[in-house]
């Protein structure tokens, strides 16, 4: 029965003592070089691996993020997910994942961070009590909360700009000349779905354009049945603007069933920029959320608040782009 | 500044030894009901969160199950991780997700697994080298290959029937007519393809009916191309096998383009049956992977060899099921 190689070994192998086995390890600590050739030559013979655990002890830090998701049904988290984890890694950063089944997070899977000392967090797709929150401050763990926004100010967000986002998008439909919209929403408890509402309809507003809300979950079924249903209603709006891609796709493919055609008897256009909106079976028109830019900011905060936790808070929102293809 | 509540602080709260706070969160160590009863209180009352890592030193165990996934792109996998978070987190596990770039696990990526003295490692899709496979064996980690067969054998996997499958599969397309076959394969380097080609043309052959072999790649772009380069090749079989569903979309949708109607002029089959399949704007028939009792055996299997290990190893199979829909 082989046992796991410890620092122990590699000390006596190396025929220095443990603790210097330890600084060669452990960030910032003071080693010679001699003895850090010295314990990387025994390491390597005995197939030592540092443990993290020891590590974080001592450091009283460990190396993973905790990443908190619900809806991978929806492929812009897993999309997401990729970006993080592949962002992460190279910064030597580990990513424990989260599935979490409520929009809220739940106090186990708060427990599960807290036990595990995570040097940070990432809530995408939920949100969590300010009770909850306020214990991820009390342990200096930061925090960013990732296409979603508190409602309570004093954390850190990043967002694309939903709100120009969608005052683009209709003045971009209006340019087409579509007399009356419908704007489709994802869940009514999100800030994202809130606010492509907000802008899309302050500027049909402003130019005295008809439309219609229909409540809906940012889920392909739920973009499906609202299209059926605001087609028995009898009502075909000139344009239909989706709270997201996956919605959008469950829009034309309705559509597609009662043979409407898009865009010409009317026009659809979805959020996100998804790979899917991007098929030639959809050929999309879409608003892109600049994913890439969205990681690397909150990236770029973590590190900033693991290096020197201050608890900064600011809602960072960052443009997107209009990704025009077949459907408007 | 407020420091982080430690062992300590809930010992001298409760009036009790440091060790006696171990005992308390350290499984399999005894400890009367009434010291249990006054650490609990203590720890409450501080918002003490037992460290894991501290735990670990002494168990020399830890509740972190390594995760190691390629194409998030393909809806399959996201589907996978999930079902593995949740039931996982039933168990008191959490899940590290390692996100490799390439078919097989780079060294840097074993590495962080080592380093964190994961429970246990579940590869999904992507291959190893047997050395690295042997890395784990000498630390004691068990690994399951999920979805995917190592040539060499000594070690554990779990999968579909995929010979079966294929071969009903084959026969079910017999049974509807089809006179002249093609299948799309995914990656050749893979068990899952080579296997379901294996089947289908076995039953073929044994049929006399003839059939042509496309190489593609599992991703939707490559089931579209190879649609299209059959037709212009002046290939329209009556009936495709995709080696997965993500292609078979690909398929569906090039073929649409074309104007071919499925199942009219040829019919389409894939393998998996991800959420997709059953959107109504594909119908597609399939092949489903039974994921949640392949999750059960992966999750049963790992529990045993975490309590004790064997280092066990079979290839086992379970039994999918066809789910018709409209693309035949």
Not at 223 to 233: D, F, I, R
Not at 306 to 312: A, L, P, Q, V
């Amino acid at each position: 029965m082989k046992q796991m190689v410890t620092a122990k070994d590699v000390a006596k192998l190396a025929g220095v003592s443990q603790s210097s086995v330890s600084r060669v390890y452990f960030e910032g600590a003071k080693v010679s070089a001699k003895t850090r050739a010295k314990v990387l030559a025994a390491a390597e013979e005995l197939g030592y691996h540092p443990n993290e655990f020891a590590r974080s002890l001592i450091t009283n830090r460990t190396k993973i993020i905790g990443l908190v998701m619900k809806g991978v049904q929806n492929p812009f988290y897993p999309q997401v997910l990729k970006q993080f984890t592949t962002a992460f890694k190279k910064q030597g950063y580990s990513v424990l994942f989260v599935h979490t089944q409520n929009e809220e997070l739940q106090r186990e899977d708060v427990e599960t961070l807290l036990n595990y000392n995570v040097a940070g967090v990432i809530i995408t797709d939920a949100t969590m009590s300010l009770t909850v929150a306020e214990d991820f401050r009390a342990n200096r763990i930061p925090l960013v909360f990732f296409n979603r926004k508190l409602n309570t100010g004093g954390f850190y967000s990043v967002c694309c700009n939903n709100l120009n986002a969608s005052r683009e998008v209709a003045r971009y439909l209006i340019g087409k000349g579509a007399k009356d919209f419908a704007y489709i929403s994802g869940n009514s408890d999100t800030s994202t779905s809130r606010e492509r509402e907000e802008g899309f309809v302050e500027i049909l507003e402003q130019s005295g354009i008809p439309y219609r809300i229909y409540q809906s979950d940012y889920t392909y079924e739920g973009g499906y049945q609202t299209a059926l249903n605001m087609l028995e209603g009898g009502h075909l709006p000139a344009a239909v603007f989706a709270g997201n891609d996956i919605m959008a796709l469950g829009v034309i493919d309705a559509f597609r069933k009662k043979s409407i055609h898009v865009p010409g008897d009317t026009k659809v256009i979805g959020f996100d920029n998804i790979d899917m909106a991007g098929w030639p079976g959809y050929g999309l028109t879409t608003w892109e959320q600049p994913i890439e830019k969205m990681v690397e900011e909150t990236i770029h905060y973590l590190m900033d608040e693991i290096e020197e936790y201050k608890g900064f808070g600011r809602a960072l929102e960052i443009e997107g782009r209009l990704v025009e293809r077949e459907t408007v």
